[in-house]
């Protein structure tokens, strides 16, 4: 296996230890000669041939492609970055404090510092003890021998972290101003809790508490602020449904509790740390079988949690939702923002893991690819303002750990001689820390792949406060596949390799003339069931003829109200050489009478058809030549 090493056998600085180079700022506008723009290109290959490595810049021209291009709109625009990391649990900083000082400075630095590292800009840190502990008993902040309560929480203390946890916050804070934190306890002290322990059980159906348990989670807040981390996000259970957790501290709270508890720390914390939001549900994107399985007889499995809780009347203290990846699909973010959709959406866990027998080799490809179109791609495109994986450094066992998980993986890896290798989350968190900063906004750009795997290219473009573009390619397939990229009028083509992450990056603000019209219906000659499938703005799904070519077969799609229609762009993905020949676009204000708008041939799988400024409700594509292929539309977009 080829190793790419940190720390002590290694004597370069952890800028060359990493093969990174500098961040985007510090070099340069990306302009290149004269007026054209060029895009910086940086790549990971899953055989690690190539590890965010910087290949020679490319250059935006005039004109369009016949390869599947990926249309970058800067003028559509979603939700705003907060930032891309992981956790430094007590086991992380077991991990890191076993280095030498230098070798653990090489390490921080490869982590956090934005120039010569990938910049992480997000922790979730855990509130007392998880499963990765190095301690050989779980702790919080507030034990008490049994049968003892602290209601007055006078044994409050936070001395544990002291010692190495918020030494490396401080620091990691220090190369990386823009560092958020966000705290998550997996269980509250026992003597709150039935049973008196901190694995399973519930916080006691108790008012006094619920306030006992707010006041813990402010005095953890207020403590971590003093001592220079504060705290920017707090969660109040990790994973509120696993209620049988295996030997590690954890919690089933119902919702009727999650949110009495949040009534109680809302003021609380709104008066304590201003800056602090309540973060709701921090579990599964849907609820495991197995917590299913597990829900007390005659009870509900509130398989809706976070519906529910964010239509309880706690919700006016809740910024928003944390999802994590061991369930479900990142789907379920949209779906939760459609039906509220003025509450945010973070993504808050995913640890790597891997099957006993797997080779390294395996282990790097199969995370790299999974993390890629899952976390990578697929969160951000669902309206995750943060991408966070879990263990931020394991020893090669995958330890320390005190019960749950013995086959995770971190973004570093402690060996046994001392060295440090980055395995495939610094690359994937990497791709988008390093070129993504703290308050970009993510823009509108096509995308043909899909989280469940189809081969096609996955993309997610944010533009950065300082106007810069970072646009994320991943390509699905473990073959080569080249494409485009195009901004407006202006597009460069690329190759990238099997399974391979391209990060591109341009400084210079590129902006299209054409403004997307938004589109009500479709319908179609063939396929009619379909259609909409044409207008979903997603190009992983499809409308497709499923049979052979003909002239006359159309698609047609409805503008809701009479617009003014400059472009129409058709644009067939990554299902090369589907599309008509020769084509008839029309229009009609009443669906009834039509008027051709304009006539053309296509040879490419993105045809963007120019047009006179016409008021038109709606749009007719009629295929006027025969072929014994279908016809695919990805997208149908249509400008003023």
């Known amino acids: 296996?080829?190793?790419?090493?940190?720390?002590?056998?290694?004597?370069?600085?952890?800028?060359?230890?990493?093969?990174?180079?500098?961040?985007?700022?510090?070099?340069?506008?990306?302009?290149?000669?004269?007026?054209?723009?060029?895009?910086?290109?940086?790549?990971?290959?899953?055989?690690?041939?190539?590890?965010?490595?910087?290949?020679?810049?490319?250059?935006?021209?005039?004109?369009?492609?016949?390869?599947?291009?990926?249309?970058?709109?800067?003028?559509?625009?979603?939700?705003?970055?907060?930032?891309?990391?992981?956790?430094?649990?007590?086991?992380?900083?077991?991990?890191?404090?076993?280095?030498?000082?230098?070798?653990?400075e090489k390490t921080m630095r490869s982590l956090f510092d934005p120039k010569q590292g990938i910049g992480v800009s997000f922790l979730r840190q855990v509130v007392g003890s998880s499963d990765f502990t190095a301690q050989p008993e779980h702790y919080t902040y507030d034990d008490m021998p049994a049968g003892q309560t602290d209601f007055g929480l006078r044994h409050f203390s936070i001395a544990h972290e002291q010692k190495q946890i918020l030494p490396l916050l401080r620091r990691a804070k220090q190369l990386n101003p823009e560092l958020k934190v966000m705290a998550t306890p997996w269980s509250p002290p026992a003597w709150m809790k039935t049973g008196d322990s901190l694995v399973g059980g519930r916080l006691k159906d108790d008012p006094a508490i619920y306030n006992a348990y707010a006041r813990y989670l402010v005095k953890f807040?207020?403590?971590?602020?003093?001592?220079?981390?504060?705290?920017?996000f707090l969660s109040i259970q990790n994973e509120p449904q696993n209620r049988t957790p295996s030997g590690y501290p954890g919690t089933d709270l119902p919702v009727r509790q999650a949110a009495a508890v949040i009534e109680q720390l809302g003021p609380m914390l709104r008066a304590a740390s201003p800056r602090t939001k309540i973060l709701g549900y921090d579990h599964n994107w849907?609820?495991?079988?197995?917590?299913?399985?597990?829900?007390?007889?005659?009870?509900?499995?509130?398989?809706?949690?976070?519906?529910?809780?964010?239509?309880?009347?706690a919700a006016r203290w809740i910024?928003?939702?944390?999802?994590?990846?061991?369930?479900?699909?990142?789907?379920?973010?949209?779906?939760?923002?459609?039906?509220?959709?003025?509450?945010?959406?973070?993504?808050?866990?995913?640890?790597?893991?891997?099957?006993?027998?797997?080779?390294?080799?395996?282990?790097?490809?199969?995370?790299?690819?999974?993390?890629a179109r899952t976390l990578m791609l697929g969160t951000t495109r669902n309206w995750a303002k943060s991408v966070v994986n879990?263990?931020?450094?394991?020893?090669?066992?995958?330890?320390?750990?005190n019960g749950g998980c013995d086959t995770c993986t971190g973004l570093v890896t402690r060996h046994p001689d001392g060295t440090v290798s980055t395995d495939a989350e610094y690359y994937t968190i990497g791709h988008l820390s390093k070129f993504v900063k703290p308050g970009a906004q993510r823009i509108a750009s096509t995308s043909y792949g899909t989280t469940g795997w189809n081969?096609?290219?996955?993309?997610?473009?944010?533009?950065?406060?300082d106007g810069s573009t970072a646009l994320l390619v991943h390509n699905e397939n473990d073959e080569p596949r080249s494409f485009a990229v195009a901004v407006g009028d202006q597009s460069f083509e690329y190759t990238l390799p099997g399974g391979a992450i391209g990060t591109f990056v341009w400084a210079r603000e590129l902006r299209s003339a054409y403004k997307p019209v938004p589109l009500a219906g479709a319908t179609a000659s063939v396929g009619a069931e379909l259609a909409p499938l044409a207008i979903d703005a997603d190009g992983s799904t499809l409308w497709q003829s499923k049979q052979a070519l003909a002239s006359s077969q159309y698609v047609q799609v409805d503008l809701g109200t009479a617009r003014t229609v400059r472009r129409v762009a058709l644009d067939s993905g990554g299902n090369l050489g589907d599309y008509p020949g020769t084509w008839q676009l029309a229009y009609s204000n009443d669906g009834t009478t039509w008027r051709p708008l304009k006539t053309g041939t296509s040879d490419g799988q993105l045809t963007n058809v120019d047009v006179t400024p016409t008021r038109a409700r709606y749009l007719r594509i009629t295929s006027t030549s025969a072929s014994d292929h279908w016809w695919t539309l990805a997208d149908v977009r249509v400008y003023s």
Not at 299 to 307: I, L, Q
Request: net charge negative; glycine share 10%.
């Open 1 to 104: 296996m080829r190793r790419h090493t940190l720390g002590a056998a290694v004597t370069a600085t952890a800028l060359l230890a990493t093969g990174l180079v500098p961040s985007a700022e510090a070099i340069g506008d990306g302009r290149g000669g004269g007026s054209t723009t060029q895009a910086r290109v940086w790549v990971t290959t899953p055989d690690r041939a190539e590890l965010l490595h910087e290949r020679a810049p490319v250059a935006f021209a005039q004109g369009s492609s016949r390869q599947t291009t990926i249309t970058v709109d800067p003028g559509t625009t979603y939700q705003t970055v907060d930032g891309f990391g992981a956790s430094i649990t007590d086991s992380s900083a077991a991990v890191l404090y076993q280095l030498s000082p230098a070798d653990r």
């Open 221 to 232: 807040v207020k403590a971590y602020t003093a001592a220079g981390v504060p705290v920017d």
């Open 286 to 313: 849907t609820t495991h079988p197995g917590d299913v399985a597990n829900t007390p007889p005659g009870e509900d499995p509130e398989t809706d949690y976070p519906y529910q809780l964010l239509s309880s009347p």
């Open 319 to 371: 910024a928003g939702t944390a999802y994590h990846c061991y369930s479900g699909s990142p789907a379920a973010q949209t779906a939760l923002r459609q039906a509220f959709p003025d509450k945010g959406i973070w993504f808050t866990e995913c640890s790597g893991s891997h099957g006993p027998n797997d080779t390294p080799p395996q282990i790097f490809r199969g995370t790299l690819t999974w993390h």
């Open 390 to 401: 879990w263990n931020i450094a394991l020893n090669a066992d995958g330890g320390p750990h």
């Open 455 to 465: 081969g096609q290219l996955m993309s997610s473009a944010f533009r950065n406060r």
